[in-house]
Every structure is written in C-alpha cells, then in structure tokens.
C-alpha cells in the first residue's frame, strides 16, 4: 500500500513542531512534506529525520500553490501568529488544496469552541471564525458539484488554552520570574487547557482517520483536553514548586473584558487580545462557559473516538518546567 501524502503548511511554529515529532513514527504509513516560506536550512532536522521540505512564499500565486498540492490527500495548516495574516494565508491554501482535489483538510483553528454562543462579540476568535465558516462553504459548494465526484472532509482541533504557552507567556496570569500572580475573578473559575503534544497526537489521529476511514462522521471539530483547572490550582503548584509564597494581584474580568475590547476596537491589537482572553478564559464569564470549559463529557467521547488519553500529572509537570525556564531567564 502507498503511504498516505501529507503537506503541513508551516511546520516551524510550536504546533507544527510538536506534530512533526508526533508524525515522525508513522513514517510507514505517511509521506510528509512541509511547505514553509521559511529555508530548508531552518528544518535541517527535519529533514535529516526524513521529511520533505519545499520553500514557498505563502504569497504566490494559485496557481503555483495549486501546483505544489498536486498529488497531496490531507494538507495540514499549521501557520503560527508570527506568519502574518493568518485567516488570508488559510483561505488561500484552503483554495488551492479544493482546485489540487486535495481530498481532506484540517485548518488552523486551533482554539476553544468556536461555535459557542456569543462568541462573534468578543472579536480576537473572529479570524478563526471565519476560516471555519469558509471551510464549510468549500464543503458545501463540493457536494453540490455534479461534476466533483472526489469527496472532500475536513476535521479541527479545539483545545481550549495552549498549557505550556499559556505558562510561558503570562496568559494564564503568572510570572515566573517576579513570582506574581494576577488572579481574574478570585482565580476559581474553571477552564481547559491541553499540552500541545496532546494537540499534536489528536491531529495525527485525524489523518489516521483520513488514510483509513472508519465510519465516524467527519466534518467536525474534535474537542480535546488534558484537564480542567482554575488559577488557585496553578498557584498551589507554583508555592509548591518554588518554596515561596507568591504575590497576588485581584483582576475583574468585567473591566479587564471592557478594556481589551476598547483596545482592540482602536487597533491595538496586542493589548487587547491579551485582555480579552484572559478575562474570558480566566474568569467566571458565564455568558462565555462553553469558550473555556467545553463540555466535559464531549470532550471525554471526542477523545475516545480519537484513540487519545489525558496526560496524568501534565499541569503540575508543565508548571515545574515553567519555574525552570524562569530561573535560567534570570
């Protein structure tokens, strides 16, 4: 049997990392190749480990985009925030890969629910939002092609908040260096968050759901998780590991929620994101439960339709190793 042709466009940021490592034993039964704007000399290990590697302006015409499909049956967006315009570099690839008669498709959507109620308010998830929406249409506009008889899926990963990047990057409300933590809503609000090796597993089980189809219905988004955790947890683990009594800081996610929103409205895009995520997966925004939490039980059965397992003990792992990063900071 011929091995099953992948194409993960972009590959260098932390999830296409982590899916590389996660698809490298599966050389048997995939052929991948990256399609990156960055030089083979940026994915020497990659390649060394035996992935193809193709530079590619994410700019180029579609023509040359489609022709560098040619040929691929799932084609992975893995494109970072450090890519530029994401939701323009989806659509275009997305494009491409229905005119190549690519045959499957999983969209950089990596996030929380993006169907949940609401949602469209909040502004900073509506690029995601919409890459969804124009996947659905491409499927729809396939299905009523007469002429199309190739049949087209595609499948995303929710995952709630990114652990080990929330933790590295002060979303989840830490400082690792000044031992502070800002606590939105007193810290008792629930929330999921997965490892991104776990991100990486779910998406290589999506393809494996590609290469052989079992029956399950695709065309979905597959909610995945490795616990549901609030901010006073996370700091029990950070005293623990630290030795040390940390500083707190009280955050209202209603004001902090309205200042992100402003910020983001007048164009300061950074501010604003970062504001709005917190309060909305940090706090006790009720209106907005399903963007944090997911359903638990849905998460439970998404993941045991996937073949993949909670990592027992990641929380407090990924926050020893935050602690760790920090001290060789200082």
Not at 21 to 42: E, K, N, T
Not at 59 to 80: D, F, H, K, R
Not at 183 to 206: I, K, R
Request: hydrophobic share 45%; with cysteine.
């Amino acid at each position: 049997m011929s091995k099953f042709a992948v194409s993960i466009v972009g590959g260098g940021g932390t999830v296409g990392a982590a899916i590389l490592d996660q698809l490298q034993p599966h050389f048997g039964s995939f052929d991948v190749r990256i399609l990156s704007s960055r030089p083979s000399s940026d994915f020497a290990e990659a390649v060394r480990q035996g992935f193809t590697h193709c530079q590619i302006s994410y700019s180029a015409p579609a023509e040359e985009l489609i022709e560098v499909l040619q040929g691929t049956q799932a084609v992975v967006l893995a494109l970072s925030s450090q890519q530029g315009d994401i939701e323009a570099t989806s659509r275009r690839f997305l494009s491409a890969a229905v005119q190549a008669r690519v045959p499957n498709v999983i969209p950089s959507d990596f996030s929380g629910d993006l169907d949940a109620e609401h949602l469209e308010e909040l502004l900073v998830w509506n690029g995601k939002r919409a890459i969804r929406q124009y996947v659905r249409q491409l499927q729809s506009a396939i299905e009523q092609d007469a002429n199309r008889q190739q049949a087209f899926s595609w499948a995303s990963i929710s995952n709630g908040s990114f652990l080990e990047w929330a933790l590295a990057r002060g979303f989840s409300g830490f400082d690792v260096v000044d031992r502070r933590a800002r606590l939105v809503d007193d810290g008792v609000g629930t929330f999921a968050t997965t490892s991104v090796a776990t991100v990486a597993e779910a998406v290589v089980a999506v393809l494996e759901k590609f290469r052989k189809p079992d029956g399950q219905a695709l065309n979905r988004s597959f909610h995945v998780a490795d616990a549901v955790v609030t901010q006073r947890q996370l700091l029990a683990y950070f005293e623990k590991h630290t030795g040390a009594t940390w500083t707190t800081t009280a955050i209202d996610s209603d004001v902090q929620l309205a200042d992100g929103l402003a910020l983001y409205k007048s164009g300061q895009i950074g501010p604003g994101y970062g504001k709005v995520i917190t309060s909305v997966i940090l706090g006790r925004q009720v209106r907005y439960a399903d963007v944090a939490t997911f359903k638990r039980e849905r998460v439970r059965q998404n993941m045991k339709d996937l073949g993949i397992r909670a990592k027992e003990g990641i929380v407090e792992q990924a926050v020893a190793d935050a602690i760790a990063a920090g001290r060789e900071a200082k």
